[in-house]
């Protein structure tokens, strides 16, 4: 079965200093990948997609990911993270059906530090 | 558009009291979700639909009924509710895949209804 695992939950860094959030899957096949962001008090926005082709996918905001099939991550960076960036961050896997159901991580909570 | 909109945004309940989340979405899609967020959880999905007058199970259905009488509104019904449902519930839509080997489509989110039962 499909499962997703971020292992940091809670992450505080410096604004203007940069940022990996770390994301493993777990999928017999090529996996389809989201990152979803959600600010406080709001629902899910999708940041950035991995469908295939290029490792490296840029998203909103300034954030990109990468995929890496050997080591089954797809984490999510950004050079110089903003105020505006505290947040709960959700990494994803499509479950394999037609439904387009995906499978949600448990979130990295992000705080910025002054 | 108004994207996905979820009425009421919060609700306290006795157990045993029963209602209904409703969800309405604008975009004409066909797909429609509903989730529920537990603390450290992340998203359980409870029920899904294709379209207008089909829904499935998901994850966590147990306590829960939906309809999807049309394309826009995908109301989620309790029971009885208990302590156990106290959570944040969030109504998604979509797209639907037009090949499920090619794509999949970003899920769009409403703002979620936040329910205490006591």
């Known amino acids: 079965a499909q499962s997703v695992t971020q292992p940091d939950i809670h992450i505080t860094v410096s604004e203007g200093a940069s940022l990996e959030l770390r994301c493993n899957y777990s999928?017999?096949?090529?996996?389809?990948l989201f990152w979803y962001v959600q600010s406080p008090g709001q629902g899910l926005q999708l940041l950035l997609k991995?469908?295939?082709?290029?490792?490296l996918v840029q998203g909103i905001k300034g954030f990109e990911a990468e995929f890496k099939r050997s080591q089954s991550s797809f984490n999510l960076r950004k050079p110089s993270v903003h105020w505006s960036d505290a947040a709960e961050y959700f990494c994803?896997?499509?479950?394999?059906?037609?439904?387009?159901?995906?499978?949600f991580g448990s979130g990295t909570r992000l705080s910025i530090r002054p | 558009n108004a994207g996905v909109t979820q009425t009421p945004k919060f609700r306290i309940l006795k157990i045993g009291q029963s209602m209904t989340l409703q969800c309405t979405q604008d975009?004409?899609?066909?797909?429609m979700y509903w989730y529920r967020q537990d603390p450290g959880m992340g998203l359980k999905l409870i029920y899904y639909?294709?379209?207008?007058?089909?829904?499935d199970k998901g994850e966590v259905p147990n306590g829960y009924n939906v309809s999807r009488s049309t394309t826009e509104d995908f109301p989620l019904r309790l029971e009885l509710a208990a302590p156990s449902q106290t959570s944040v519930y969030f109504c998604?839509?979509?797209?639907?895949?037009?090949?499920?080997?090619?794509?999949?489509?970003?899920?769009?989110f409403g703002p979620g209804t936040r329910l205490t039962v006591l």
């Open positions: 998604a839509s979509s797209y639907p895949s037009s090949d499920a080997l090619s794509s999949y489509n970003e899920q769009f």
């Open positions: 999928y017999g096949a090529t996996p389809y």
């Open positions: 991995y469908f295939s082709g290029d490792t």
């Open positions: 994803a896997v499509a479950a394999y059906s037609s439904a387009s159901k995906i499978i």
């Open positions: 975009m004409n899609h066909n797909y």
């Open positions: 639909s294709v379209g207008a007058g089909i829904t």
